[in-house]
């Protein structure tokens, strides 16, 4: 059996939420129906907000369903922005240099409209440079979108200092928190309260479905529609809900909350031991001696994103994948793409050493010993790879 160290990039679907999901997948399920199909489809929507809501510190109000972590972003900041049209007084937009592409590409997209796109820097540990940001914020700024953890380092912002600047500002802020979810504490009240008024969440991180996530936002920000239709998520995103779907997010939500409590009495699967985990993987991955990326700053526990000096990431990635260990190169996160990180980029990585990175996200059923025998064919492979380059050399 392969160990699957790559939760990032996707969790497998908690047979839990399969169960939950089966019968709506089976009924006649239209929640804007009127007839008994569609109440019950619309009461198993409500309840599933609620899930979501009670996960995140939210109330249910605040929770929009929509097809995953990119939608949220795209809603976020297209909605906002639509709210608003650019003028020579606020025509700014603020996002960090090491935002996920559904983050980056949107802000881009909203550059070719006449927005000014403002990326604020990072430093060596991909934490925002304040100075950076302060500076930016000089400028009459729209809106700004600033990651709550990276899913390429696991880096965590200060999005509570970022927030209560935009706020004295009076700038919506919009927080990218899909690889926080079940990962670290989230607390949307608290973070409302101190300036975020927008956060992006998806389902298929916490062993949801993939293609459902959330809009968590503050109900007095003016967001508009991407899509029109049959008024549903109170027309803010037209389309008949995929009720499955949205049931299986809010029993990923609720499974995040009662393993929570079940593995405090087993002292299984709890933040604690995947920080072991990683705690282990790092210590071998300095003696063997590859670098972390963003090791000095507050990381997720689960994230592991490093390299070793000369050794490609893709070819490293590909031969793990043939000793049944699956990870990530630093590419993964931006398609197709071979080209360095452009996360490690801003960070000031040397882009040789970016082409070598490779991401281990650990997960739910991960183990020491997986760990320990990755540490040992890890191994393995540079010695083999240096071999080879020394004999083409
Ligand atoms: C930080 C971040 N934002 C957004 C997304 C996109 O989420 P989804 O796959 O649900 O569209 C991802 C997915 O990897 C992510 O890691």
Same mark, same amino acid.
């Given at each position: ?18 169960? #939950? ?33 009670? #996960? ?6 605040? /929770? ?94 200060? /999005?509570?200092?970022?927030? *209560?600047?935009?706020?004295? %500002? ?40 993939? *293609? ?14 991407? %899509? ?28 995040? *909350? ?12 709890? #933040? ?22 963003g090791e000095h700053g507050p990381r997720l526990n689960n994230t592991s994103f490093f390299a070793f000096p000369e050794v490609d990431g893709e070819t490293l990635v590909m031969a793990l994948d043939r000793a049944n260990f699956a990870v990530a190169s630093g590419s993964a996160c931006s398609s197709d793409s071979t080209d360095p990180s452009p996360v490690l980029?801003?960070?000031? /990585? ?25 540490? %040992? ?9 240096? %071999?080879?380059?020394?004999? #083409?050399?």
């Amino acid at each position: 059996m392969a160990a699957y160290f790559d939760h990032n990039a996707t969790t497998p679907l908690d047979p839990r939420v399969l169960q #939950a999901m089966l019968p709506y997948m089976q009924q006649a399920t239209n929640a804007s129906s009127r007839h008994s199909f569609g109440r019950h489809a619309r009461q198993a929507v409500e309840s599933a907000r609620e899930q979501v809501a009670l #996960a995140v510190g939210a109330h249910p109000t605040q /929770v929009l369903f929509t097809s995953g972590g990119t939608e949220a972003d795209n809603l976020a900041i297209q909605g906002l922005a639509a709210a608003l049209k650019p003028s020579p007084a606020l025509n700014q937009i603020v996002v960090s240099a090491v935002e996920h592409p559904a983050v980056m590409k949107t802000a881009q997209m909203l550059r070719r409209q006449g927005w000014q796109l403002r990326v604020a820097a990072v430093d060596a540990n991909g934490l925002l440079d304040m100075d950076d940001f302060r500076i930016a914020l000089q400028t009459p700024t729209a809106l700004i979108s600033v990651m709550l953890a990276n899913n390429e380092t696991g880096v965590i912002q200060d /999005v509570a200092t970022l927030a *209560g600047l935009a706020k004295s %500002q009076k700038i919506p802020f919009h927080t990218d928190a899909v690889q926080c979810l079940g990962k670290m504490a989230l607390d949307f009240a608290s973070l409302n309260a101190g300036g975020v008024q927008a956060m992006s969440l998806s389902a298929h991180k916490i062993g949801g479905p993939q *293609g459902m996530g959330a809009l968590v936002f503050d109900k007095r920000l003016d967001i508009r529609p991407l %899509q029109y239709g049959g008024g549903q998520e109170k027309g803010l995103r037209g389309g008949s809900e995929n009720v499955a779907a949205i049931v299986g997010f809010g029993a990923a939500c609720e499974l995040l *909350g009662l393993d929570k409590q079940g593995s405090a009495n087993t002292g299984s699967d709890s #933040a604690e031991n995947i920080n072991e985990l990683r705690v282990t993987l790092e210590a071998g991955i300095h003696a063997l001696g590859g670098v972390i990326f963003g090791e000095h700053g507050p990381r997720l526990n689960n994230t592991s994103f490093f390299a070793f000096p000369e050794v490609d990431g893709e070819t490293l990635v590909m031969a793990l994948d043939r000793a049944n260990f699956a990870v990530a190169s630093g590419s993964a996160c931006s398609s197709d793409s071979t080209d360095p990180s452009p996360v490690l980029l801003a960070m000031g /990585v040397d882009a040789k050493l970016a082409q070598g990175a490779v991401r281990v996200s650990l997960g739910k059923g991960n183990s020491m010993q997986e760990v320990l025998e990755f540490l %040992q064919v890890l191994q393995g492979q540079l010695v083999r790879m240096k %071999q080879f380059m020394a004999m #083409a050399a």
